[in-house]
T-cell receptor, first 114, second 115 residues
Framework: AQSVAQPEDQVNVAEGNPLTVKCTYSVSGNPYLFWYVQYPNRGLQFLLKYITGDNLVKGSYGFEAEFNKSQTSFHLKKPSALVSDSALYFCAVSPNTGFQKLVFGTGTRLLVSP | NAGVTQTPKFQVLKTGQSMTLQCAQDMNHNSMYWYRQDPGMGLRLIYYSASEGTTDKGEVPNGYNVSRLNKREFSLRLESAAPSQTSVYFC??????????????FGPGTRLLVL
């Protein structure tokens, strides 16, 4: 069965500093990996996904993520954090065959301080 | 283009009461999903509909029923609400669902409190 782990409940970073939100996964075969963001009282918004190809994926709002197959990780990164990046971030995985059934991690709250 | 809409936004029920959560999408997507979000547990799939006329159980279907009314609408029904069903419910849709790489688009959520 597929699973996702987000080991940090919360990540604190100062505005302007780089940020990393960690994600590791377990899935049979090659994975499809996603990052979603949730702002307060809102639904999830898609940030980026890894399907195949380049291990560095660029997404919305300056975010990027690096797929590392040997470490089964898909960490979310941004070179310079903004206060407005403060939100709840979810990593999700889907096997690359059959109907899509996303399995989500438990979420990491990112708090960017001014 | 409203995307995915959900009604109501918030609901309080007493144990044993029933209610239906409504979801509609205007993106001409074939596949629709219902999730629940609980603190510390992320999102869990309740039911999904790969296409109009089909529905299937997800990870946590007990206590719920669904109806894919047409291509646009996918409703979630609680026949006899229990406090364990207190949660935030999200509806989502995707183009076909058969491409595992597809992006899912989420509604704003329904916050349900069962007393």
């Amino acid at each position: 069965a597929q699973s996702v782990a987000q080991p940090e409940d919360q990540v604190n970073v100062a505005e302007g500093n780089p940020l990393t939100v960690k994600c590791t996964y377990s899935v049979s075969g090659n994975p499809y990996l996603f990052w979603y963001v949730q702002y307060p009282n809102r639904g999830l918004q898609f940030l980026l996904k890894y399907i195949t190809g380049d291990n560095l994926v660029k997404g919305s709002y300056g975010f990027e993520a690096e797929f590392n197959k040997s470490q089964t990780s898909f960490h979310l990164k941004k070179p310079s954090a903004l206060v407005s990046d403060s939100a709840l971030y979810f990593c999700a995985v889907s096997p690359n065959t059959g109907f899509q059934k996303l399995v989500f991690g438990t979420g990491t709250r990112l708090l960017v301080s001014p | 283009n409203a995307g995915v809409t959900q009604t109501p936004k918030f609901q309080v029920l007493k144990t044993g009461q029933s209610m239906t959560l409504q979801c509609a999408q205007d993106m001409n997507h074939n596949s629709m999903y219902w999730y629940r979000q609980d603190p510390g547990m992320g999102l869990r799939l309740i039911y999904y509909s790969a296409s109009e006329g089909t529905t299937d159980k997800g990870e946590v279907p007990n206590g719920y029923n669904v109806s894919r009314l047409n291509k646009r609408e996918f409703s979630l029904r609680l026949e006899s609400a229990a406090p364990s069903q207190t949660s935030v419910y999200f509806c989502a849709s995707s183009v076909t669902g058969t491409g595992a790489e597809e992006t899912q688009y989420f509604g704003p959520g329904t916050r349900l409190l069962v007393l």
